[in-house]
């Protein structure tokens, strides 16, 4: 436990410790399906994309430890049992039933956006009161912001394609 970062932060404690902790809950969700989504994808552009898939739940995984180390530091306790991930986090985990590529990318476009929202509250939430919190959040936000991005651009692409395809193959 951070003595001084508990005194730096001018934040209520267990509000911070709490939202921190939703936030490590959808890093791990979104870990895990990024990760699932990379074993169980087919269609166009597989191999890219499960590769992009992999890249971002190594990221996702790296925002857990951040967040974690952060917790820990204002005397919290990152969320101890998964089941409890479910329950806390508001960008949820989206179960991949169809495991086509563009469908997956829309399912996790979706997830970065919640991502985004999250990160932009707790940077609003902390500025001027947490700084170490807030420049934490303000990383994270902009993998987010990447990894949205990303989506669009890959997403973009299949559907031009697409509409190329149709319209020389008719």
């Known amino acids: 436990m951070g003595i001084a970062a508990q005194k730096m932060c001018k934040l ?3 509000e ?3 939202v921190l902790n939703q936030a490590y809950a959808e890093e791990w969700l979104a870990y895990y399906q990024y990760w699932i989504g990379s074993q169980i994808i087919f269609g166009p552009m597989r191999v890219t994309i499960q590769e992009e898939f992999e890249k971002h739940a190594k990221e996702e995984l790296e925002h857990a430890k951040k967040i974690a180390e952060r917790i820990i530091q204002l005397g919290g306790t990152p969320l101890l049992a998964p089941a409890e991930w479910m329950q806390q986090a508001r960008c949820g985990y989206e179960i991949p039933n169809n495991a086509l590529s563009i469908e997956l990318l829309k399912q996790n476009l979706d997830s970065e956006r919640c ?15 947490d700084y170490e919190t807030f420049e934490i959040s303000r990383q994270i ?13 890959f997403i973009k692409d299949l559907e031009e394609g697409a509409i190329f395809f ?3 193959h008719h």
């Open 12 to 14: 209520n404690h267990d």
């Open 16 to 18: 911070i410790i709490t």
């Open 115 to 129: 991502a985004i929202a999250r990160y932009q509250q707790i940077c609003e939430m902390c500025w001027g009161k």
């Open 141 to 153: 936000l902009h993998d987010e912001l990447d990894h949205e991005q990303d989506w669009e651009d």
């Open 166 to 168: 149709q319209k020389f």
